[in-house]
């Protein structure tokens, strides 16, 4: 019986180095997939017809919902930024009514004797430009956090010097007032949670309301 021929010396032995390529980039693909913080969210929450009725319900508890007490923990003036306290046990109907109020107090002119202004003595108001992060944890209602999300997401690494990361701070915020009034188009908006147009990062809890 004649041996098997030899293998020819020039014949591939094993996989295609193109298969070989394509499966590392897969696993590359798949290992970025697991390490990307879950509350990246590219685009923000989409209006469905379930989340639609869940803001409709809320807005509804929110006008008989009391207004939280609050705490004034950070005052940042330099970034016009405030952060205030409520209380652990506050719910998502009694923030949407804190939120509410402090639009109307900013519109009748009484903020000011509630919170620190942001822009005393500017022509257009002692809240021309703000931004009021509400928080229920002490921890993250500091100068700190109240730093790094007016600064956002987008600036460089060494551009300040914090312990808390910009996405453990954002899942923090339980609201987020925001006032401009040098922007004619949206003077003003709020919203439940936190979010970032320029960016495209929003928290879990994030829910425009105006």
Do not use: C
């Not at 956090?145 to 987008?154: K, M, N, P, R």
């Amino acid at each position: 019986m004649n041996d098997p021929e030899p293998q020819e010396q020039d014949k591939r032995v094993g996989l295609h180095p193109a298969i070989v390529l394509f499966g590392v980039i897969i696993g590359l693909w798949l290992f970025i997939q697991a390490i990307i913080p879950k509350s990246k969210n590219i685009q923000p929450p989409q209006g469905n017809e379930v989340r639609s009725e869940q803001l409709a319900l809320l807005l509804k508890e929110a006008e008989s919902a009391p207004v939280p007490p609050v705490k004034v923990t950070a005052h940042v003036q330099g970034m016009n930024a405030l952060s205030l306290l409520v209380p652990h046990q506050t719910t998502d109907s009694q923030v949407v009514a804190l939120l509410n109020h402090l639009r109307r107090s900013r519109m009748d002119g009484s903020l000011a004797s509630q919170i620190p202004a942001t822009t005393p003595g500017n022509g257009l108001g002692e809240f021309a430009i703000a931004d009021v992060y509400i928080f229920s944890d002490p921890k993250y209602a500091v100068t700190e956090a109240v730093e790094i999300l007016s600064v956002g997401a987008h600036a460089p690494g060494d551009f300040y010097q914090s312990s808390i990361p910009f996405e453990i701070a954002m899942e923090q915020v339980r609201g987020h007032y925001a006032v401009n009034l040098n922007r004619k188009s949206q003077p003003e908006h709020a919203s439940l949670g936190f979010g970032e147009k320029a960016t495209g990062l929003y928290s879990r809890r994030y829910q425009p309301l105006f």
